[in-house]
């Protein structure tokens, strides 16, 4: 065997093994020597960390990727990539390749939505999606969200986070909390209670007392209790845990769901993103 035979053969086996790393430990190899790093850079072994489906992916990208590699593909994935016409946001995590969803306001179940008194669309410079839903006023919330754990990365445990913001002349979302729960299949896996914002503590205990049936029914079925309330992201947005689930490798139905807790008092102000899945670590 030819020197330069050799060299392919230990270069073949090489890339073989870094396939079955992780993107991290792949760039890491890549920095030890040339011969590794020829190794690294090889489609051989981005073709095994993108995600198996990619070419769909592709292929469903609202602007059309142009890409030189499948290592330069994955880079570009690490960056959030619109489909299916704009209505969701795709992205891999950089240092594990596993997939992260964002579900456009569009594609989410809003009640009376469709009604110009109840809600509006409207663009927002720093949302990703065209388009985001703003409440101008409405008695009994609720946005709900469906994925399929098939399209997500197998065997990970997952986060699903309201993306949202309240806008300066918001009113009623500090009064009644939110009921979030996360179904899979026909299994409910978690329940919780969240605050669309922090409210006047005197008021809120009222409400608490007028609403006490309710939400001590609530306290039974739900496992983190009241209290939840939203954060800042580094994108300018805030956030709302809504659970989490495991994709297992299978493919069933994800249902998330967030719920006002007792209608019956006008609230509006609150601006929708959409609902985020990524992986939990």
């Known amino acids: 065997m030819s020197g330069l035979a050799l060299t392919m053969l230990i270069e073949d086996c090489v890339s073989k093994i870094l396939s079955l790393t992780s993107p991290a430990d792949v760039c890491r190899s890549s920095l030890a020597s040339s011969a590794l790093r020829s190794a690294a850079d090889s489609d051989v072994v981005w073709e095994r960390i993108l995600p198996y489906d990619y ?18 593909l994955f880079f570009q994935l690490c960056n ?24 456009s306001a569009r594609e989410l179940d809003i009640a009376m939505s469709h009604e110009p008194m109840n809600w509006s669309w409207t663009s ?14 409405i008695q009994q919330l609720e946005i709900q969200g469906k994925i399929e754990t098939q399209i997500l990365s197998p065997d990970t445990t997952y986060g699903a986070y309201l993306i949202m913001k ?11 909390p939110l009921e979030l729960s996360i179904q899979v299949g026909n299994n409910p896996v978690c329940g919780s209670t969240a605050y669309l914002r922090h409210g ?14 309710r939400v001590e029914m609530m306290r039974q079925r739900v496992n983190a209790g009241e209290g939840r309330v939203p954060r800042e992201r580094k994108d300018g947005w805030m956030e709302i845990e809504v659970g989490d689930f495991f994709s297992g490798c299978g493919d069933e139905e994800v249902k998330m769901s967030v719920v006002e807790v007792k209608g019956g008092h006008f609230k509006g102000g609150l601006i929708v993103e959409g609902i985020e899945l990524r992986p939990k670590h």
Do not use: C, W
Not at 82 to 98: A, I, N, Q, R
Not at 124 to 137: H, I
Not at 166 to 176: A, N, R, T, V
Not at 200 to 209: A, F, T, V
């Open 55 to 72: 070419r769909n992916i592709v292929a469903r990208a609202t602007i059309p990727l142009q890409f030189s590699s499948k290592k330069d």
């Open 166 to 176: 309240i806008s300066e002349h918001s009113y009623g979302l500090d009064s009644i």
């Open 124 to 137: 927002m410079p720093r949302s990703r999606f065209s388009e985001v839903a703003v409440l101008k006023t």
């Open 80 to 103: 959030p990539t619109l489909l299916d016409e704009g209505k969701k946001s795709f992205m891999l995590e950089k240092f594990s390749g596993k997939k992260s969803y964002m579900l």
């Open 200 to 213: 006047d503590s005197n008021k809120r205990q009222l409400e608490r007392l007028f609403y006490a049936n």
